[in-house]
């Protein structure tokens, strides 16, 4: 048997009330995020339910990516998102299996491509 933990995350952003600065949706540390790193993201309702989990070769341009992109699959629940949590893991095999584990481990609400969980 494979055991398999969920990683810590490397940063955790949180979404500001009225920020003053530049913000996508009330986020502002965006600039945390790295830019040329791959790895893991998971983005947490105000409950601290998951609500999505992705995967990047390139984390900060993926993540900005669905909260400006019309083809996301939490384009209409956007404004649900209060933490985005991240984990660098750079092979790509290993991005894929945390990916997979976490959104069926934790039940995350929107993804609907790899979930084995009814």
Known sequence: MINISIPKPSITINKQKNPELSNIYGF???HLIPRDKGGIF???NDNQ???FVGKARKLRQRIKKHF???V?????HRDEV???EVCVIEDPVHREIYETYIINELKSKYN???VFFK
């Open 112 to 114: 609907i491509d790899k």
């Open 72 to 76: 996301s699959p939490i384009k209409m």
């Open 49 to 51: 339910e998951l609500l």
């Open 82 to 84: 209060t933490k985005i």
């Open 68 to 70: 400006e992109d019309t």
């Open 42 to 44: 998971m983005f947490y």
């Open 28 to 30: 502002t540390d965006f």
